[in-house]
């Protein structure tokens, strides 16, 4: 990644993409205390536009305050580098990825001391689980890991912290042949994957995991609204790991991830082993929607 051209926004400062640097003293590389967003942009009819910006910037305001992190900018001023990481990098649809940090004015756990520091960049990026995986669904590996405890890692907060218990599951679940990972709570209920929020359909009505140790997906508020135009009903509660062997569907969301089909789960086909019709429902209505084909959340679309 690091050897490209393009422009990153380092603490205010367009940087030239292979001068973003930082010190091997950096805070958040020893102890892991930051923060991210992962936000999309999309191809309109109108030119690139950013979707739902304001509550990616929200978010990120939040995950620093339930971090301690002080942002030394305010969120006009991200909102608005995001906006520019676009034309700058001259990209139709791409992938921007806030970061805030702690520099390396110090060393030891207490980070009273080190600076924050916010970099912002972006970067063309396809489908994330793979160019067939829209279309054919994915398989998925329940993980061995379970996902953090709501009062061991703050699970409203999108921290850098969190990955490692996502790629823990990740990579356990690649290793062994699976395109993902699916993680249960420390009760042993559905919480979510390394990188997305999880769907369930069932008799035609749908349901979710209660947010408690999975993040809040953007996405996942994406999926409640589009849902409620198609007329479904969703309902939030504790869902089995078998629930999700006895479903009709299964899909994932976020916003690398975007609307993905789950068509296996530990080995054993979920309905009939297709992408089903409400998943193909609802990705049909989200890419519509990103794309600015469909106009009724227009308010979502940021144009760059
Ligand atoms: N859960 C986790 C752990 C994630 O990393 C993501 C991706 N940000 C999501 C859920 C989905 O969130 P969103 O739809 O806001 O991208």
Redesign the pocket.
């Known amino acids: 990644m690091e050897n490209r051209d393009g422009w990153i926004w380092m603490d205010g400062h367009w940087t030239p993409w292979r001068d973003a640097k930082v010190h091997a003293m950096t805070h958040t590389l020893h102890y892991g205390l930051g923060c991210f967003e ?1 936000i999309r942009a999309y191809a309109t009819p109108t030119g690139p536009a950013i979707f739902r910006l304001d509550e990616h910037i929200e978010r990120l305001f939040d995950s620093a305050k339930i971090l301690g992190l002080d942002m030394p900018y305010d969120a006009p001023t991200l909102r608005q580098a995001c906006i520019d990481a676009i034309g700058r990098n001259k990209l139709e649809s791409g992938y921007i990825r806030p970061l805030v940090f702690l520099g390396a004015e110090k060393a030891g756990v207490d980070p009273v001391g080190t600076e924050v520091h916010v970099m912002i960049a972006a970067w063309a990026w396809g489908a994330y689980l793979g160019a067939d995986s829209m279309d054919k669904g994915i398989r998925v590996k329940v993980a061995s890991f379970a996902r953090h405890h709501v009062n061991v890692q703050m699970c409203r907060a ?1 921290s850098v912290s ?1 990955y490692t218990n ?1 790629i823990l599951a990740c990579r356990e679940a690649r290793l062994e042949g699976y395109d993902e990972a699916l993680l249960l709570d420390t009760d042993g209920f559905v919480a ?6 999880v769907f369930v359909v069932k008799r035609g009505k749908l349901y979710e995991p209660e947010i408690t140790s ?2 809040d ?4 508020r994406t999926i409640h609204a589009l849902a409620a135009d198609a007329g479904l009903e969703i309902t939030a509660r504790r869902i089995t790991r078998d629930e999700l062997y006895v479903a009709d569907e299964v899909f994932f ?4 991830a975007e609307v993905t089909p789950v068509v296996e789960v530990d080995r054993r086909r979920v309905g009939t082993g297709r992408p089903g019709p409400i998943t193909q429902d609802l990705q049909r209505r989200f890419f519509a929607t990103v794309r600015g084909e469909d106009t009724g959340h227009a308010d979502w679309l940021t144009p760059c």
Not at 192 to 197: A, F, L, V
Not at 217 to 220: A, Q, V
């Open positions: 992962g999108k969190t996502s979510e994957g390394p990188g997305e929020n999975a993040l997906g953007i996405t996942r969301t976020g916003t690398a």
